[in-house]
């Protein structure tokens, strides 16, 4: 059964704090990681993604550290704005499968 | 650039009525999928496309059916709504199995 576990499910963070999600599976197949961000309302958004030959990835304040041994990834948004408040899902997909994998979500509010 | 998009965004069925969901992207994208959406349990895959012409069942099928109409549209139908049935329902396409899945605003879906 595919599986990616996420934690924490929620996550409480002041103004320009760092925000820290993880992430991690077991299929060893998977080989795409994208982080999707949800807003209220709407339906979830490409926001970074990273394939298992690097080990970090970084755009703007947000960067995905990844660690293919431990079979882990982890989001990090940097100087945590209030406008950052929203569910992050991370997800992963393998060359065999057809769909994505998707994460139970991380509800993040960050506080003015 | 409409993107993906989605009819109804909510709907109140009875239990035992039957609807359908439509999606239509305008990428030119190849794959196409349906994700129900529920608290705390991320979004779980329904029913994928990875190509016009074919479909295959995912995680959660049972109690739903698709059609790929055309390369651009793909339908979800609910042949007897069930409460269990309730929940947020997104669209979504990628160009291939392998890259970027872009969402529709989802359609929230009540049966009583």
């Known amino acids: 059964q595919q599986q990616v576990k996420q934690s924490p499910q929620s996550l409480i963070v002041q103004k320009g704090g760092i925000s820290i999600i993880n992430c991690a599976y077991e299929?060893?197949?998977?080989?795409?990681f994208p982080w999707y961000q949800q807003f209220p309302g709407k339906g979830p958004a490409l926001l970074i993604a990273?394939?298992?030959?690097?080990s970090e990835k970084k755009e703007g304040r947000f960067t995905i550290s990844f660690n293919k041994s431990a079979k882990q990834f982890s989001l990090h948004i940097m100087d945590s704005q209030p406008g950052d408040s929203a569910t992050y899902f991370c997800?992963?997909?393998?060359?065999?499968?057809?769909?994505?994998?998707f994460g139970p979500g991380t509800r993040l509010s960050v506080l003015p | 650039n409409a993107g993906v998009t989605q009819t109804p965004k909510f709907q109140v069925l009875k239990t035992g009525q039957s609807m359908t969901l439509q999606c239509a992207q305008d990428?030119?994208?190849?794959?196409m999928y349906w994700y129900r959406q529920d608290p705390g349990m991320g979004l779980r895959l329904i029913y994928y496309?990875?190509?016009?012409?074919?479909?295959d069942k995912g995680e959660v099928p049972n109690g739903y059916n698709v059609s790929r109409l055309n390369k651009r549209e793909f339908s979800l139908r609910l042949e007897s709504a069930a409460p269990s049935q309730t929940s947020v329902y997104f669209c979504?396409?990628?160009?291939?199995?392998?890259?970027?899945?872009?969402f529709g605003q989802g359609t929230r879906l009540t049966v009583v």
């Open positions: 979504a396409s990628s160009k291939t199995a392998n890259t970027e899945a872009f």
């Open positions: 299929n060893t197949a998977f080989d795409y």
């Open positions: 990273i394939r298992p030959d690097v």
């Open positions: 997800a992963a997909r393998d060359n065999y499968g057809q769909n994505f994998v």
């Open positions: 990428m030119n994208h190849n794959s």
């Open positions: 496309s990875a190509s016009e012409g074919t479909t």
